[in-house]
């Protein structure tokens, strides 16, 4: 006998619950099929517990800055690695509970097993065949570790397990300097663990504007060495695991492996849907409404390979949801991009990176946050931001950052970029003395003397609009 559902859903993590919540607006035939562990990846292996690690490291490491003060005492503070590790996992549990508990409401409309498309609208799971009038695929993705690695065995780990480490070695390689890598490599940087750090290209942390990239690989040369544009070979001895970029080699304790991810793919049948696949075994989707050709399948979150991120894997599961219950509906707006790298100084992107920009059409503002009154204050002078602004109307296009508060500049320059806020309009806004936003205003001003048309009116709005006075 074959169930029958409504809508489907594959995972459970930050997509695939989304699109459940989604769905549960329209309809209650709903069947979640989960086949790894519960909890999403950013409350179980990502975002979250990363973040409970960092937090932990930068304050720490604050204690270097406050011997230089004026406070005595900081050199008899050490850090327990055991302990930390034990404070990680108690954070990360709390975290995970509320999506494993939203899978064992539904009963027995939530299925554990690994789903297989015997056709687009027909899966296997646990024996059981299912007809779904539509599938929403959000599987996820998992840490890419070449073969050749695993012969190191449990010296390696990835971003999946390296919290589970109950008191990690003091000496680490950290090959790939993405923003996984880079963060985990700082933090375990400041809690005193001696970090060589690896990658392939020039770029860390997803940064693509080299001077903020070298800001940032300037920033964290302080507290561990970074060896750029270098391919690496690893392989165990007896004093720990060596790592040879080719020109030299350090001996290391453990290496995480931060090389990329690869999407959860494997044995779901994708080549029983008649469509062609990539390379990877991808099939084609509409980078909009997520649908898999003229199928009533939708890919979404890390799966689809197109914005890896938290807040956009929970909107591409609202996304797929709200398409597979409305087919023929308009297609719905995407959120200005915006990534942030949890490093110190903190680093990231928002709007069009510096990859996407035309080749002209485009000025650039400037703050160096080295020198920035308040970032000096308090110790962390370090980076540098970069403005993209419209040479023809002067709205900002894109931004990235290396800067203390990171998260929050980024954060306002994303929703300014979303607004198509113009340098004029952004100047026009209060700016407090002293604050690390006045940085932000003063690459606003940079930007604005770059600009052709210059204004001749000071940083503050009319007090009526221009039209107004023409009116009379």
């Not at 996820?140 to 971003?159: F, H, K, M, N, Y």
């Not at 894109?398 to 320059?413: F, S, T």
Request: glycine share 10%; proline share 5%.
């Amino acid at each position: 006998m074959t169930r029958r559902v409504r809508i489907a859903i594959l995972g459970a993590g930050t997509a695939g619950l989304t699109a459940l919540k989604e769905a549960q607006r329209y309809t209650d035939d709903v069947l979640l099929i989960n086949q790894g562990p519960y909890g999403t990846t950013c409350a179980r292996v990502g975002c979250m517990p990363s973040k409970a690690l960092i937090e932990v490291a930068h304050t720490y490491a604050r204690k270097d800055w406050l011997s230089t003060v004026g406070i005595d005492g900081t050199k008899v503070l050490k850090p327990d690695l055991r302990a930390v590790m034990a404070h990680v996992r108690e954070l990360r549990d709390r975290f995970t509970a509320g999506s494993i508990e939203i899978a064992d409401d539904l009963g027995d409309r939530s299925i554990h097993g690994k789903p297989r498309f015997l056709d687009p609208q027909t899966l296997e799971v646990n024996g059981e065949k299912i007809h779904a009038e539509v599938v929403i695929i959000a599987t996820g993705t998992r840490p890419i570790v070449p073969e050749a690695w695993r012969e190191v065995g449990d010296r390696l780990v990835t971003s999946d397990d390296v919290f589970e480490m109950v008191a990690p070695g003091q000496r680490l390689g950290v090959v790939g300097l993405g923003p996984i890598g880079v963060e985990l490599a700082q933090a375990f940087a400041h809690l005193e663990c001696e970090v060589h750090g690896f990658t392939k290209g020039g770029a860390i942390a997803g940064l693509k504007d080299p001077e903020v990239n070298a800001s940032l690989v300037t920033a964290l040369g302080r507290q561990m060495s970074i060896t750029t544009n270098v391919e690496v070979s690893i392989r165990r001895d007896d004093a720990g695991v060596v790592i040879d970029d080719g020109s030299h080699s350090v001996v290391v304790d453990w290496v995480l492996a931060a090389i990329g991810r690869q999407p959860n793919i494997e044995g779901l049948g994708l080549d029983q849907l008649g469509v062609e696949l990539d390379e990877r075994g991808m099939p084609e989707f509409d980078a909009k409404t997520l649908r898999v050709g003229d199928l009533p399948i939708y890919l979404a979150g890390d799966v689809n390979g197109q914005r890896p991120l938290l807040h956009e894997a929970a909107d591409e599961g609202r996304i797929a949801a709200y398409h597979a219950l409305h087919p023929e509906a308009e297609c719905l707006m995407r959120r200005t991009p915006l990534g942030i790298v949890f490093t110190e100084p903190g680093a990231g992107q928002a709007g069009v990176s510096y990859s996407e920009l035309p080749e002209s059409g485009v000025v650039v503002g400037r703050i160096d946050y080295g020198r920035q009154g308040r970032a000096v204050m308090a110790g962390r002078n370090a980076g540098l931001l970069h403005l993209y602004v419209d040479e023809a109307d002067g709205r900002i296009l894109g931004a990235e950052a290396v800067a203390p508060d990171a998260e929050h500049l980024l954060h306002l320059l994303a929703w300014a970029i979303q607004q198509e806020m113009t340098v004029d309009t952004m100047l026009h806004l209060p700016f407090y003395h002293p604050t690390v936003e006045e940085g932000l205003r003063t690459a606003l001003q940079s930007a604005r003397r770059a600009l052709s048309k210059r204004r001749e009116q000071p940083d503050l709005p009319l007090c009526r609009p221009a039209i107004d006075w023409a009116l009379g």
